[in-house]
Antibody, heavy 122, light 106 residues
Framework: EVQLVQSGAEVKKPGESLRISCQGS????????INWVRQTPGKGLEWMGK????????TYSPSFQGHVTMSGDQSISTIYLQWSSLEASDTAVYYC???????????????WGQGTMVTVSS | EIVMTQSPATLSVSPGERATLSCRAS??????LAWYQQKPGQAPRLLIY???TRATGVPARFSGSGSATEFTLTISSLQSEDFAVYYC????????FGQGTKLEIK
């Protein structure tokens, strides 16, 4: 079965660091870009950026550039999203999602992780 | 940034009836549009890509149409499991999502 499995919910304080993960299975992990999507009640679904698991080359949405870092470990088919200093406004559900096509520059997201709830509160 | 606008925000329809959801792009995105379904506590699920192509396993009662700036998702005969929130997404230039249409039971 093709799937993305994310790490569990996190509760953090402002200023703390955090890394969440997304592990793929059932397909050639290196061939498909992985995207991160944030969901909040106020702003809905927002694309944060993408990473190419083959070389960990990342592109960030301007809204998230400089605030998060994407990385990967191809040997364990895992992608990470990390913050060095969390803010209360980072409270959200974070999804990883696979780009459907291998060759197209952009495409729909066909496989989604189950989501990771991040709560940042003092 | 390409802005995606969905209407209506909430749609009340009876089971067995047809539902029509709209999505408008702020500029021409050709057919680079996807539709997703999201139920409470679940991740979005891809329904339609390329504006008109159903994803694997999606029932035939779901259909997509449109191009350029105007798009429609039609559910021909609503089943109980179809009541959810639906999002459109453009992937012509990176990615942006609409704000969603909540499809509720009338």
């Amino acid at each position: 079965e093709v799937q993305l499995v994310q790490s569990g919910a996190e509760v953090k304080k402002p200023g703390e660091s955090l890394r969440i993960s997304c592990q793929g299975s059932g397909y050639n992990f290196a061939k498909y870009w992985i995207n991160w999507v944030r969901q909040t009640p106020g702003k809905g679904l927002e694309w944060m950026g993408k990473i190419d698991p083959a070389d960990s080359y990342s592109t960030y949405s301007p809204s998230f550039q400089g605030h998060v870092t994407m990385s990967g470990d191809q040997s364990i088919s895992t992608i990470y999203l990390q913050w060095s200093s969390l803010e209360a406004s980072d409270t959200a559900v974070y999804y990883c999602a696979r780009r459907r096509a291998v060759a197209a520059p952009f495409d729909a997201f066909d496989i989604w992780g189950q989501g990771t709830m991040v709560t940042v509160s003092s | 940034e390409i802005v995606m606008t969905q209407s209506p925000a909430t749609l009340s329809v009876s089971p067995g009836e047809r539902a029509t959801l709209s999505c408008r792009a702020s500029q021409n995105i050709r057919g680079d549009l996807a539709w997703y379904q999201q139920k409470p506590g679940q991740a979005p699920r891809l329904l339609i890509y390329g504006a008109t192509t159903r994803a694997t396993g999606v029932p035939a009662r779901f259909s997509g149409s449109g191009s350029a700036t105007e798009f429609t998702l039609t559910i021909s005969s609503l089943q109980s499991e179809d009541f959810a929130v639906y999002y459109c997404q453009q992937y012509f230039n990176w990615y942006t999502f609409g704000q969603g249409t909540k499809l509720e039971i009338k």
